[in-house]
């Protein structure tokens, strides 16, 4: 441990139970940031690295063997909310667990989230990408975040234009990508009157089977947990980061091209310009569903998810992840952009296109 700028620095800290693909990573040095007051001597600290991370619950990352740089966890633990009308404002720090929070509303009979229940991760890391299953996305509940300019040293208040969140992507993976630490949000949920969203056919059906017909939240909390449960590797036994790869969107002409010639292609008409397909289903076409080379593979009930068995570096799952790429682009003419965030793309870029 070394104290830096009156921050506490462990070295060379191990991540394994810091990332959800169990990788065996370590970072040159770590600190866990749990409050606000650590802040101000940030942007000092992490001037003396080459290189920082910020990490929530790890669970959208690929870590390399080593970081050379500066670990800074976000931990920042704040809950906390005010009725309005028949809505509530809730206010969440950035190191809050999302199904924790989740939990909480579902709990206190609060609408809005339960279609989001069991997505690992921490609150902060919610509108990187603006998580989302279930026909509902983060940015439905979202009102505004605050967040730490590590360039100007200030705190910053960007509403739902400025965070330019869409399918799985915002502000946060682009322009402002590694220069905020986003440290808590305000959401809108509903206290009485909900709207749910059983737009999702597999949670409809499943309430059928249920024989729920007027579902209540908790109804749909625990049907969405039982349908991830028996689709999704459960990270504490095989690593994986969920979806290695977004699903594409492609030119309602070339979806059309490609549907003329597999006409069994699951697709979703977004509008009249673009069609998204499910990259799983790509994936399983290229023979990759359930095959594994040494370590690693594709799970075998849903392909997009990339597995660890244990015992695998960063190198082995991006060398699969490029084998799934080119399959993909030399059969669809299809170029799948991984979801996941590859930490030093750079030392990858031969073998996985970004
Ligand atoms: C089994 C499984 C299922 C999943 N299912 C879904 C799903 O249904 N839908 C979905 O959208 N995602 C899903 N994911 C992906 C993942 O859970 C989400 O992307 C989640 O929001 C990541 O949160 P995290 O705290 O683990 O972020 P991390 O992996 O720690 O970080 C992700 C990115 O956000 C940045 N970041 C994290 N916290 C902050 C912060 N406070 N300020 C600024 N930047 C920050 C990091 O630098 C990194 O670039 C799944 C993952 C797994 C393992």
Redesign the pocket.
Known sequence: MQTKNNLMVKVNHPLKNHN?FGLDSTAGGYLRLSSEGQLESLPELIASYDDF?????????LLPDFYDGLVVH?DIQRLSHRMSGKDVLVNVG?GVN?HQLVSWAVENGFGGIENLAL????S???P??N???YGVEFKDVFICLRAFNLETGKFEVYDREECQLAY?DSI?KNELKGK???TDMWLRLSGRDHQFNLSYGGLKSHLEKKKIGHPEIEDIFQSVIEIRMSK??D?AELG????FFKNPVLPSRKAEALLNEYPEMPHYVLDDQNIKIPAGWLIEQCGFKGKYSGKVGCYEKQALVLINRGGAGAVDLVTHAGSVQKKVEDKFGILLEPEV?IIHPHLYDQVLKM
Do not use: D, K
Not at 53 to 61: D, K, P, R, T, Y
């Open positions: 959800t991370l910020i990490l929530g619950g790890g669970s959208n990352v976000v950035g999302w997505i690992p991760g921490r902060g890391a919610a990187i990408q998580i989302g299953a799985r946060f905020v630490i986003i999704l590797p990270p994986n980061a969920g979806s965030n």
